[in-house]
T-cell receptor, first 118, second 115 residues
Framework: GAVVSQHPSRVICKSGTSVKIECRSL??????MFWYRQFPKQSLMLMAT?????????EQGVEKDKFLINHASLTLSTLTVTSAHPEDSSFYIC??????????????FGEGSRLTVL | AQTVTQSQPEMSVQEAETVTLSCTYD???????LFWYKQPPSRQMILVIR??????QNATENRFSVNFQKAAKSFSLKISDSQLGDTAMYFC????????????FGGGTRLMVKP
């Protein structure tokens, strides 16, 4: 199946700094990627839809100035957490639809990135 | 807006036995997909099974099968011959055909398979 890779898998940063998380589709081109946030023992919450070559679409309640999303190429989307604070600590997951599976609705997920803000 | 509800936060089952995880959803759409995803301790999301709403036949994938009741908006997952490796969080998810592949997840069920 299609492979989506996230990097880094774990990151620890100091409060006030910015952190960038990358999501790459390794063997396919993804015009659309999705970013989710998952708190411990909770479900995945969609944060935004990342569209190649255009602005991301953010879900209600997600601060677009804090969570900057860039989808500069068909294989890479980045999520930058700006001026991170301890409450931003969470598990962030990306997903993408592979063109080889049109009409199936199937999405492929990255391994996730655990962010800890001290 | 679509909602997905998993009423069982935690379940346990003995190895080799069968367990059923419940999921209900609410939508006004007629064309959609339903999914069960597994999230093991590694946190990698893995697709377990998929059902298209227009198909009356219940989907099956080896030991995994679903009971899809469209009128009742119910989509339960049955795991037969449970294995220790089935221990994970299970998420039911919903996607409409025209939603741009946006998934709505249920709250999850933590399944523990006991030896």
């Amino acid at each position: 199946g299609a492979v989506v890779s996230q990097h880094p898998s774990r990151v620890i940063c100091k409060s006030g700094t910015s952190v960038k998380i990358e999501c790459r589709s390794l063997d396919f081109q993804a015009t659309t990627m999705f970013w989710y946030r998952q708190f411990p023992k909770q479900s995945l919450m969609l944060m935004a839809t990342s569209n190649e070559g255009s602005k991301a679409t953010y879900e209600q309640g997600v601060e677009k100035d804090k969570f900057l999303i860039n989808h500069a190429s068909l294989t890479l989307s980045t999520l930058t957490v700006t001026s991170a604070h301890p409450e931003d600590s969470s598990f962030y997951i990306c997903s993408a639809r592979a063109p080889s599976t049109p009409g199936t609705g199937e999405l492929f997920f990255g391994e996730g990135s655990r962010l800890t803000v001290l | 807006a679509q909602t997905v509800t998993q009423s069982q936060p935690e379940m346990s089952v003995q190895e080799a036995e069968t367990v059923t995880l419940s999921c209900t959803y609410d939508t006004s759409e007629s064309n959609y997909y339903l999914f069960w995803y597994k999230q093991p301790p590694s946190r990698q999301m893995i697709l377990v099974i998929r059902q298209e709403a227009y198909k009356q036949q219940n989907a099956t994938e080896n030991r995994f099968s679903v009971n899809f009741q469209k009128a009742a908006k119910s989509f339960s997952l049955k795991i037969s011959d449970s294995q220790l490796g089935d221990t994970a969080m299970y998420f039911c998810a919903f996607m409409t055909y025209n939603a741009g592949n946006m998934l709505t997840f249920g709250g999850g069920t933590r399944l523990m398979v006991k030896p």
